[in-house]
């Protein structure tokens, strides 16, 4: 099974540098839309470069001039952070070409570890790439194949999941938990004390879309403070977690100021909170900020991979009031619009939702509502407000963008 990624669909390539890296975790789609993006428009001679072959990546390190080859091509580097020497002769070989007011040929280079990445290339490549982040699959994505977004509850947005439906998903997740975030994301940046970043992560599992409170974390694990806080930014420097900051405002100072953290797959987040089947979840306490956790997930996405300017903030005063997401869209004409989200997991828990009071002081011009949901169709709602479905979020956003 294929399927088409938004990211495809709006990357503009002549806007883009030599260079395109994305970033993401392992078994995301970095390698297949590498080599997609590499190959369109380009019917010459390619070059596949699969660092995690042990002869290549050897080749690589030794002589990596002769693993480029004799001139460049559009060319895919999967996992350079096993070869960063290649960096440099890619560096030597864009400055001659752009002397020579020579065509650069696409070159993708793919990394699942960002922090050996901005080690690596960061400083070798500065003015000669763009970094893009890629997530696993999104809702929209999923609906487009046909597949309903309550999957992602078990299965994630791993896209192996859904091409070979015979894989055990509970084995899968938990084995991506042990190479990517315990050994890829924990072990290269020098954690020693495994068995409290394990601790660690299914406490922070348990709290995804809650208000960040590391000391609590950090008693519950056996660590201080001070180290929660520098593993979830390790978690968010790989893409594992994200950070919703608080909207401020002078204005109001009653506005809650802690931000929010969540997991970027929310499949991830249920297999570390212990769940293995999607009908007892979703009659769960607990599905309702897994589905916010979702709903953050889906924008995420929308921002990453459609390339929109979004912004995204929760907005919550100290006497209770709150909006889950409060989100900044940037648009060509209007400039920047304000678009009030919340996530109500059913139809009709959407129909009592509103904008708070607080909120239409603090934040004007507001867009109208968006009432995320599960499941259902797209529907206006007394008030101007609109019930979109998750899959068609989006969707949703990308339009009033185009049309603003």
């Known amino acids: 099974m294929r399927f088409q990624r938004d990211f495809e669909r709006f990357f503009e390539p002549h ?6 890296i994305p970033i993401g975790p392992r078994q995301c789609g970095k390698t297949s839309l590498g080599q997609r993006l590499s190959r369109s428009g380009h019917p010459g001679p390619l070059l596949d470069l699969f660092l995690d072959d042990t002869q290549t990546r050897a080749l690589a390190d030794r002589e990596p001039a002769l693993a480029l080859g004799p001139e460049l091509r559009p060319t895919l580097i999967d996992e350079i952070q096993e070869a960063p020497g290649l960096l440099a002769e890619l560096k030597l070989r864009i400055d001659r070409a752009r002397r020579a007011g020579s065509t650069i040929p696409p070159i993708w280079v793919t990394g699942s570890n960002a922090t050996q990445l901005d080690r690596a290339a960061k400083e070798t490549l500065s003015g000669r790439a763009n970094y893009f982040r890629l997530h696993t699959l999104s809702a929209a994505e999923l609906q487009r194949a046909g597949i309903a977004s309550r999957e992602l509850f078990t299965r994630g947005g791993w896209p192996e999941l859904y091409a070979r439906p015979e894989l055990d998903r509970v084995r899968y997740l938990d084995d991506h938990v042990r190479t990517f975030i315990e050994k890829d994301v ?17 406490l922070l599992a348990a709290r995804s879309g809650q208000l960040l409170n590391t000391s609590e974390i950090g008693q ?98 100290r006497d209770g009031q709150e909006l889950d997401f409060l989100v900044r869209l940037e648009t060509s004409h209007r400039g920047p619009l304000w678009i009030p989200i919340e996530a109500k997991l059913g139809g009709h828990a959407a129909l009592g939702a509103a904008i708070p009071p607080g909120l239409l002081k603090t934040v004007q011009p507001l867009e109208p509502m968006l009432l995320v949901t599960l499941d259902g169709e797209r529907r206006p709602l007394p008030g101007g407000r609109f019930q979109v479905p998750l899959s068609l979020l989006a969707d949703e956003l990308t339009a009033i963008a185009a049309s603003s």
């Open 186 to 202: 924990a072990a290269t940046a020098g954690i020693a004390k495994l068995r409290e970043f394990r601790t660690f992560l299914g």
């Open 220 to 317: 519950q694990a056996g660590i201080k403070g001070s180290t929660v806080q520098e593993w979830i930014s390790l978690l968010a420097e790989n893409g594992v977690v994200a950070f919703v900051q608080p909207y401020a405002s002078n204005l109001n100072k009653r506005l809650v100021r802690t931000p929010k953290v969540f997991f970027v797959d929310v499949g991830v987040v249920t297999r570390l909170q212990g769940w293995r089947s999607l009908e007892p979840l979703l009659v769960s306490p607990q599905m309702g900020p897994l589905f916010e956790t979702a709903v953050f997930a889906e924008l995420v996405r929308c921002r990453d991979h459609r390339l929109l300017g979004i912004e995204i903030f929760l907005w919550r005063t």
């Open 15 to 20: 806007r883009a540098l030599p260079v395109r």
